[in-house]
């Protein structure tokens, strides 16, 4: 079966949201849905995980996770720009940058704030054009 993340990269399958920057080492895209404010920063190259990567990709990812953070902070104002690696679901990197709204509920995990109603609505079309300025 493929890989769910190279089929994004062509703009396949459930992953694929909107492209919000990508050179030739990493993507970075909005994930799919309704909740504003979750980036994804993925290698281009098919590698499972962080230690996989090649230094050329460690700077290119850092870079445009920083981008990515910044972006979504002075953009969103939220009250926390989170990042993680976990890469349990899909082997191939991905890093998650998003924010915490202010307000979210206390009882609201840190990875679950797009389960939050309360989110503010955004045109997520828009927000990502304007975080294309950042990269
Ligand atoms: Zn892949």
Known sequence: ????ICAKHRGKGPLAGPVVWADDMVVVSHRPGEFAGYLFVETRRHVAALDGLTA???A???QAAWCAARGLRSELAPE???????GRSVAHFHQHVFVRYRGTPSEIGW???PSW???P???IGALCR??????
């Open 111 to 113: 990875m679950d704030g």
């Open 130 to 135: 304007r975080l294309a300025d950042y990269f």
């Open 56 to 58: 050329g990709e460690v």
């Open 121 to 123: 609505v955004v045109d």
């Open 117 to 119: 109603t309360g989110a």
């Open 60 to 62: 290119a990812v850092s």
């Open 1 to 4: 079966m493929e890989c769910a």
């Open 80 to 86: 926390h720009v989170f990042s993680a690696i976990a």
